[in-house]
């Protein structure tokens, strides 16, 4: 709104409670404040906050620097407003970055220092005013919500995008559009929370609230509203496009959003809207509505976590070379970090401003590149993984222990019943990205063979939502095939491969072992993951490619593989084979009803996880327990 006042951020440095002191003196006249903090609001309860708004945000850094928490917290300032950010007299380097066997002593501090010297400490800052209520919204709003009702108005199953940055008035203008429309509206989101804002604003209508997994079933509804539907997984979100095939359904997602959920997901999932060939309409809000459109805090905000980050433009022709990134000169050099940043906002769905704290501190990662006339044209974050200690393997093995920053190995033993493989050394692909003007011009492959030549560990692996052309790329640099994730993933929707391009003699065994198991499981995966959702014949060609040929399934890897469901971390499709044979002489009429249901819907039928839970009359992770709990008595 014109004339909204700028917010600001003040930084307070000194002990805990100094800094208390002084931030209760600057916000004693204030309505509206929300501290942030162990002895406040605790860090991991903010994003159920979002959409809510404040005359201050008071934000403690004593206990370490969360981004993603910090960003969350600069979009509840309203104009006028100010972030009070209380910061010890040293940075605290983050414990959640230090992966065995590092330490937080071991973690950098290089993003404490960016954020630092964006946000100055104030020596003597003057007690807030109260700011000024914002009244209105902007004539770019105005347009939107006028455009959103023509088209819910329609008989017509059109297809909507709705996406803009926080503070844009998205979640007000869907509550406005359905405030006086005459048809069934349904509005979703993740958490009834996160649909706050557009039931307030579409009041006095009453639309009904529903969760994403009661939207597969018939609803009655004419009109279907998500809001910040990249929270939601792709699979789940297409499956509610093909069960309500009259219905008009609206995604919104905020793109640079300070918890960085939907960048990729625009630029991937709402611009393929056309392929359900159904009518399709994209709406964008750029004006900011609770601040100014130069508001200095965003600005400052947007640089100091790269959010305005994109892929380097008008790169040339010229050739490209491998380098591995060194991360002080990095977090010094703007243009480099914008290049790197901005490929993987632009690559993946989720990356999230505590993305950009992990590449900058965590002692475990790695960063290479392939550069272009000095330009990143593609990049690739690589994690140290392994070489645990046979105590540490046995214990992850049995669920007894948890494990950060070890996803590869602690797949391979969590859920492939492998428990002595986390004692090999192992280099993990984490993320890679190349400029979407440079594809298919080899770089990836290229990339990836000069980190095969950096480093000498037991193997190489990658876990990421499978797709076939990833997979013949990672076949053709040696990478086989050694499990597949039935479930779906939540970011891309696409179930999960994981590749193995073995070193050591031991890796040669291991991943012979693994690909004899999934040659056996593969398909009961293909039932599960297609209960789940659509499944491409050509995905399903990709998983077979290159396995043995099936033979009877060991039972004593069976046995084990039970063993480790029923009373350790792993997951049930993992283990579905196992499952299988246990109850096939069992007597399911001993057990109550629902158990009974649950086992038939999703162990012999198989139906999704959303389904079945739904017949249960439970929510999807209350029927996972309960399948479970059915299963052990069951077989006891």
């Known amino acids: 709104m014109t004339g909204t006042p700028h917010r600001r951020c003040i930084t307070l440095t000194g002990t805990d409670r100094s800094t208390r002191s002084r931030a209760e003196v600057l916000v004693a006249d204030l309505a509206s404040v929300l501290w942030v903090g162990s002895d406040d609001t605790p860090p991991r309860r903010v994003r159920r906050l979002l959409g809510a708004s404040h005359d201050a945000v008071v934000l403690s850094l004593h206990d370490g620097l969360s981004a993603d928490v910090l960003a969350q917290?600069?979009?509840?300032?309203?104009?006028?407003?100010?972030?009070?950010?209380?910061?010890?007299?040293?940075?605290?380097?983050?414990?959640?970055?230090?992966?065995?066997?590092?330490?937080?002593?071991?973690v950098t501090t290089r993003l404490w220092q960016r954020i630092l010297h964006r946000f100055p400490a104030e020596p003597d800052p003057a007690p807030l005013a109260p700011p000024p209520a914002v009244t209105a919204g902007t004539p770019e709003q105005a347009a939107t919500v006028a455009a959103l009702q023509a088209i819910l108005s329609a008989e017509s199953s059109t297809l909507v995008g709705l996406t803009a940055d926080r503070g844009r008035g998205k979640s007000a203008a869907l509550g406005l559009a359905i405030r006086h429309l005459k048809r069934p509206v349904v509005v979703s989101a993740d958490h009834p929370d996160a649909a706050a804002e557009v039931l307030r604003f579409a009041a006095p209508a009453a639309p009904r609230f529903l969760p994403p997994a009661a939207l597969l079933k018939p609803t009655g509804a004419a009109v279907i509203l998500i809001d910040e539907a990249a929270r939601l997984s792709v699979s789940l979100l297409d499956a509610i496009?093909?069960?309500?095939?009259?219905?008009?359904?609206?995604?919104?997602?905020?793109?640079?959003?300070?918890?960085?959920?939907?960048?990729?997901?625009?630029?991937?999932?709402?611009?393929?809207?056309?392929?359900?060939?159904?009518?399709?309409?994209?709406?964008?809000?750029?004006?900011?509505?609770?601040?100014?459109?130069?508001?200095?805090?965003?600005?400052?905000?947007?640089?100091?976590?790269?959010?305005?980050?994109?892929?380097?433009?008008?790169?040339?022709?010229?050739?490209?070379?491998p380098v591995r990134l060194d991360r002080d000169r990095l977090a010094a050099d703007p243009q480099c970090l914008s290049d790197v940043f901005g490929l993987l906002l632009h690559a993946h769905y989720r990356t999230t401003p505590e993305d950009l704290h992990r590449i900058l501190d965590a002692p475990n990662l790695r960063l290479h590149a392939m550069l272009m006339d000095a330009r990143v044209v593609a990049v690739c974050l690589v994690a140290i993984e392994g070489g645990l200690s046979s105590d540490r393997c046995a214990q992850l093995a049995s669920g007894a222990q948890r494990i950060r920053g070890h996803a590869l190995p602690d797949t391979l033993m969590s859920h492939a019943s492998q428990p002595t493989s986390?004692?090999?050394?192992?280099i993990r692909s984490v993320r890679i990205a190349t400029h979407p003007e440079h594809r298919r011009r080899g770089l990836a492959a290229a990339l990836v063979a000069s980190i095969h030549d950096h480093y000498q560990p037991d193997l190489f692996g990658t876990l990421f939502?499978?797709?076939?052309?990833?997979?013949?790329?990672?076949?053709?640099?040696?990478?086989?095939?050694?499990?597949?994730?039935?479930?779906?993933?939540?970011?891309?929707?696409?179930?999960?491969?994981?590749?193995i391009r073995p070193v050591s003699a031991a890796a040669t065994a291991l991943v012979a072992e693994l690909q004899a198991d999934?040659?056996?499981?593969?398909?009961?995966?293909?039932?599960?993951?297609?209960?789940?959702?659509?499944?491409?014949?050509?995905?399903?060609?990709?998983?077979?490619?290159?396995l043995p040929a099936a033979a009877p399934p060991?039972?004593?890897?069976?046995?084990?593989?039970?063993?480790?469901y029923l009373s350790g971390p792993c997951h049930f499709e993992a283990a579905a084979l196992a499952v299988q044979h246990a109850i096939a002489d069992a007597d399911l009429s001993t057990r109550p009803a629902v158990e009974q249901r649950l086992i038939a819907d999703r162990v012999v039928a198989p139906v999704s996880w959303a389904t079945a839970a739904h017949a249960a009359g439970l929510s999807v992770p209350a029927a996972q327990r309960a399948l479970k709990r059915a299963l052990r008595a069951l077989l006891a």
Do not use: K
């Open 465 to 499: 939502g499978a797709t076939p052309s990833v997979m013949r790329l990672r076949r053709r640099l040696g990478y086989r095939l050694v499990r597949v994730g039935a479930a779906r993933g939540s970011r891309t929707g696409e179930p999960t491969a994981v590749m």
């Open 422 to 426: 986390g004692r090999l050394t192992m």
């Open 241 to 321: 496009v093909r069960a309500n095939p009259s219905a008009c359904i609206v995604f919104a997602t905020t793109t640079r959003g300070y918890e960085g959920t939907g960048q990729g997901f625009a630029l991937r999932f709402l611009v393929d809207l056309a392929r359900y060939g159904r009518p399709v309409h994209h709406h964008t809000l750029s004006a900011p509505i609770r601040w100014s459109a130069d508001d200095p805090l965003e600005e400052a905000l947007f640089d100091a976590l790269a959010l305005s980050a994109t892929p380097a433009a008008a790169v040339g022709e010229g050739a490209a070379y």
């Open 518 to 546: 999934l040659a056996a499981e593969l398909p009961g995966l293909v039932a599960l993951m297609a209960a789940e959702g659509p499944l491409s014949p050509a995905l399903v060609a990709a998983f077979s490619a290159g």
């Open 554 to 564: 060991d039972p004593a890897r069976l046995a084990a593989r039970l063993a480790s």
């Open 73 to 106: 917290c600069a979009g509840f300032v309203r104009g006028g407003g100010a972030l009070i950010l209380r910061v010890p007299p040293a940075p605290v380097p983050s414990p959640a970055l230090a992966a065995a066997p590092f330490t937080p002593a071991d």
